[in-house]
């Protein structure tokens, strides 16, 4: 069969573009080596945002851009991504309008899709919304509204509504090479890899949208194609909630480095960070260096009357940013997040940078682009007022767990109703239950155990110990559904402990 077009890449830029191409009416084939969202798009801040300190950088363009694409998330997916305030304390008598009147400025850039105005607040007011906070210096502190959203669900939420569109989308395939006819991309060679099995499928245009390895596949089109990619590592904590009570989130707008800090309620839990470290080398699990994890100590105890230590962590991840390559050496905090697409002599297609917040508009550039490589027809854009899949549902609660499943929820709910059984939970320390799992493996296509503590739920960065107890159960349910042998199981419970003991501090 030949494809309008074959997209190499499961994160946020390929299921965007999967979606966006599918839904104009176009054949389109999306490959993913591991699991959707298994790299970058997993282990983001959680935040859907404009991005506050691109405002303080100048760069306008893009914080507009970020702003309306956040509205348009909140439209589009309502059971993902909510409104969420956030307090910045001021210690110092010129934060209060130096701040106030840069949130008043992201407010108007917002326009007609913001969220809640910006406003400024006494010092009685931050302490009533943020108990724990350092009080000692403390003059008061502005509030402001920006989206959050739980990354992994809307990947997973994507690629359901590229395959309701009409794309075929295989997880545990990889890309292992390129085909070429008279010097021009004509497809891709893909290896299975849970049978072990390669086959080869002809496209018009073949998108390379695989984020911080985009340059690894850009090599195989031109082996001496230099690096697009600066790589920059942000690693996070988890806490419990009893460290940030309340409804709202701290943002700290500048750290030792220069980044801004967050601590932001999450899923009953508190996820701190980030930090901006390059690196040389994109792996699919990075792992957070010592240095970075008593950075975010450093920085967070400054500001709560309780400082967490080691013990208090439930998990911590990394992730990689895909920051488009400037000059050589400077901080990657300076380099660029906007988006580039980019087409080799031979027609292989690259989009590169960008991030979750603006996942949408970068997948309509690329279509465009592809339509014209590809000499495709020229078709509208849908994907502006497109619902996600889920989208259609009362589930908004966010305090609900089961919110995250918009209207998919009530088929979970009479999986349980039917078999009592699997409303168990699958461990004490988690919300989630082995309905849950079921529904996974049955309708959003989690094939390992790690699928499904990762990413169809967010148990192994919630609770990384409690997910690691709860992987034998997990691994039975799979098991059941997918009719695999005992033997798998105990290969998926070691996978999984090896995996689950890099998110647990010594």
């Known amino acids: 069969m030949?494809?309008?077009?074959?997209?190499?890449?499961?994160?946020?830029?390929?299921?965007?573009?999967?979606?966006?191409?599918?839904?104009?009416?176009?054949?389109?084939?999306?490959?993913?080596?591991?699991?959707?969202?298994?790299?970058?798009?997993?282990?983001?801040?959680?935040?859907?945002?404009?991005?506050?300190?691109?405002?303080?950088?100048?760069n306008i363009s893009l914080v507009l851009e970020a702003l309306r694409e956040r509205g348009l998330l909140v439209q589009n997916a309502p059971h993902l991504v909510h409104s969420l305030p956030f307090v910045i304390p001021n210690?110092?008598?010129?934060?209060?309008?130096?701040?106030?009147?840069?949130?008043?400025?992201?407010?108007?850039?917002?326009?007609?899709l913001g969220l809640e105005p910006s406003r400024w607040l006494t010092r009685e007011d931050v302490l009533e919304l943020l108990p724990n906070l350092e009080s000692e210096g403390l003059n008061g502190g502005i509030i402001y509204h920006d989206g959050q959203f739980d990354d992994a669900r809307l990947a997973v939420n994507l690629a359901q509504t590229a395959g309701e569109q009409g794309a075929i989308l295989l997880n545990q395939v990889a890309c292992?090479?390129?085909?070429?006819?008279?010097?021009?991309?004509?497809?891709?060679?893909?290896?299975?890899?849970?049978?072990?099995?390669?086959?080869?499928?002809?496209?018009?245009?073949?998108?390379?949208?695989?984020?911080?390895?985009?340059?690894?596949?850009?090599?195989?089109?031109?082996?001496?194609?230099?690096?697009?990619?600066?790589?920059?590592?942000?690693?996070?904590?988890?806490?419990?909630?009893?460290?940030?009570?309340?409804?709202?989130?701290?943002?700290?707008?500048?750290?030792?480095?220069?980044?801004?800090?967050?601590?932001?309620?999450?899923?009953?839990?508190?996820?701190?960070?980030?930090?901006?470290?390059?690196?040389?080398?994109?792996?699919?699990?990075?792992?957070?260096?010592?240095?970075?994890?008593?950075?975010?100590?450093?920085?967070?105890?400054?500001?709560?009357?309780?400082?967490?230590?080691?013990?208090?962590?439930?998990?911590?991840?990394?992730?990689?940013?895909?920051?488009?390559?400037?000059?050589?050496?400077?901080?990657?905090?300076?380099l660029s997040r906007d988006h580039l697409i980019s087409v080799s002599d031979s027609g292989l297609m690259t989009l590169s940078g960008g991030k979750w917040t603006t996942y949408r508009k970068m997948a309509e550039d690329a279509v465009d682009h592809a339509e014209m490589i590809g000499a495709l027809d020229h078709r509208v854009c849908l994907t502006h007022h497109l619902p996600i899949h889920g989208a259609d549902s009362s589930e908004r609660n966010v305090g609900d767990p089961w919110a995250v499943y918009g209207s998919d929820a009530c088929a979970i709910?009479?999986?349980?109703?039917?078999?009592?059984?699997?409303?168990?939970?699958?461990?004490?320390?988690?919300?989630?239950?082995?309905?849950?799992?079921?529904?996974?493996?049955?309708?959003?296509?989690a094939r390992t155990v790690e699928d499904v503590l990762a990413r169809r739920t967010r148990a192994l960065l919630l609770h990384a110990k409690?997910?690691?107890?709860?992987?034998?159960?997990?691994?039975?349910?799979?098991?059941?559904?997918?009719?695999?042998?005992?033997?798998?199981c105990s290969q998926q419970v070691e996978s999984y402990r090896q995996l689950a003991s890099g998110y647990l501090l010594a």
Do not use: C
């Open 2 to 58: 030949l494809f309008d077009m074959v997209v190499i890449g499961g994160g946020a830029s390929g299921l965007g573009i999967a979606v966006d191409a599918a839904s104009r009416g176009h054949s389109v084939l999306l490959v993913e080596q591991s699991d959707f969202a298994k790299g970058t798009s997993s282990r983001s801040t959680k935040l859907v945002h404009g991005g506050v300190r691109y405002l303080k950088q100048g």
């Open 176 to 334: 292992r090479g390129l085909i070429k006819e008279a010097g021009q991309i004509a497809g891709v060679l893909l290896r299975d890899q849970e049978g072990g099995s390669e086959f080869q499928v002809k496209a018009k245009v073949v998108i390379n949208a695989t984020g911080v390895f985009a340059d690894a596949v850009r090599q195989m089109d031109e082996p001496s194609a230099p690096p697009m990619l600066s790589p920059s590592q942000g690693v996070h904590l988890v806490l419990p909630r009893e460290f940030l009570p309340g409804e709202s989130a701290i943002m700290i707008p500048k750290t030792d480095d220069g980044r801004v800090l967050f601590a932001v309620p999450w899923h009953g839990r508190v996820v701190v960070g980030t930090t901006d470290t390059p690196v040389t080398e994109a792996t699919l699990e990075p792992r957070a260096l010592e240095e970075e994890i008593d950075f975010i100590f450093t920085q967070i105890r400054r500001y709560l009357t309780r400082d967490p230590t080691r013990e208090d962590v439930l998990s911590h991840f990394a992730g990689l940013r895909p920051l488009i390559k400037a000059g050589a050496g400077g901080s990657t905090a300076a």
């Open 413 to 445: 709910r009479d999986l349980m109703a039917t078999h009592s059984s699997l409303s168990q939970r699958l461990h004490p320390e988690l919300e989630f239950v082995k309905a849950e799992v079921v529904w996974h493996v049955r309708h959003e296509m």
């Open 466 to 488: 409690a997910s690691l107890e709860a992987a034998p159960v997990v691994a039975e349910l799979m098991a059941a559904e997918l009719g695999k042998d005992a033997a798998w």
């Open 91 to 112: 210690y110092h008598w010129w934060e209060g309008p130096f701040y106030g009147i840069g949130m008043k400025v992201y407010d108007g850039l917002a326009g007609r």
